[in-house]
């Protein structure tokens, strides 16, 4: 079940669909770059997840069928741009925006605290971190950008298994952590609070491309010889010497031909939130919660109220 913030159900475009697919081969729904350059696999596509052509960027005044046509492969599709996005807040570090969290994708989410059990693919995992995660599930519908939670530092990006997962696979008993191709960023705020925002590929997704100018720059002036593929296959961690700056909600990357998860942690000194709070209480009842990017989740506490408080 999914809800959104007010309480309200929302039914997932194309769920029924993915049921369906979920044990067929997976050419019969995602293919790879070279078989999805038809305009027809797009637009079926579109029609079955209800994408309509003027939430897309570059498609407004076109018809649906002119919108289809000015994606180059399905892969292009897939990351489209999307219209109405968050004004990107530029580093400063005495911004009034300095301790803000916002969600970094449009997903369904569930909140996870210290010590719940959960149980996938017939394994049992118990979140033993402080303070909590949050599972934010894109669904193919989505918006497949993925933007900074936060204001602040890229300290580190590490690449931690490339393999399939899916629904494909839910009932073959593949593990879960060692099976998921992903990417994990460490983000540091102004204040110093490390935030780790992990993007998790879906099972037929080629790579996770970095976007942003300066973290590109920075990871070409440290590791001259080192090509950003070879980071992924070889599962290599990337530490900055001097982090490149990001700002709230700039974009960071995107999922290549899709992704099913970002997973961001948590700390345990922030302020009380209404929207975690909210999305918490729905994890408890089995549901999640609608998020949209860049809407705000949690801010961090200050510095001299952590000191105080004793955090």
């Known amino acids: ?29 995602f293919d790879d770059r070279e078989r999805c350059r038809v305009e027809r696999d797009v637009a079926a596509f579109a029609q079955e997840f209800r994408i309509e052509p003027e939430t897309i960027q570059g498609c407004q005044g076109l018809d649906a069928r002119g919108c289809w046509r000015r994606f180059r492969d399905f892969d292009d599709f897939f990351t489209r741009r999307r219209l109405r996005l968050p004004e990107p807040i530029p580093y400063h570090p005495r911004s009034a925006a300095a301790r803000r969290v916002v969600s970094p994708v449009d997903a369904y989410a569930l909140c996870l605290g210290r010590g719940q059990l959960l149980r996938l693919k017939d394994q049992e995992y118990r979140i033993g971190m402080p303070g909590a995660i949050l599972a934010l599930r894109l669904s193919p519908c989505h918006y497949h950008r993925i933007h900074s939670p936060c204001m602040g530092f890229v300290t580190s990006i590490r ?53 942003h100018p300066r973290i590109l720059t920075a990871f070409r002036e440290e590791y001259p010889s080192l090509p950003w593929q070879e980071v992924l296959n070889r599962r290599l961690e990337v530490r900055f010497r001097r982090p490149p700056t990001v700002g709230l909600t700039d974009e960071l990357g995107r999922f290549r031909l899709g992704g099913s998860m970002v997973v961001l942690t948590v700390p345990t000194a922030i302020e009380p939130s209404i929207v975690l709070d909210t999305i918490r209480r729905h994890t408890l009842a089995d549901a999640e919660t609608s998020v949209s990017v860049g809407q705000p989740l949690f801010s961090v506490l200050s510095a001299a109220v952590q000191k105080f408080s004793g955090f």
């Not at 079940?1 to 697919?21: C, F, N, S």
């Open 1 to 29: 079940m999914i809800l959104d913030l007010e309480g309200r159900k929302i039914v997932e475009p194309g769920a029924r669909r993915l049921q369906q697919q979920k044990r067929l081969d997976r050419k019969n729904y």
């Open 159 to 211: 690449s931690a298994g490339y393999g399939y997962s899916g629904t494909y696979l839910m009932d073959y008993g593949v593990g879960v952590l060692s099976r998921n191709y992903r990417v994990i960023m460490t983000l540091r705020m102004i204040d110093g609070t490390d935030l780790v925002m992990t993007a998790v590929g879906a099972r037929c997704v080629g790579s996770i491309e970095i976007t």
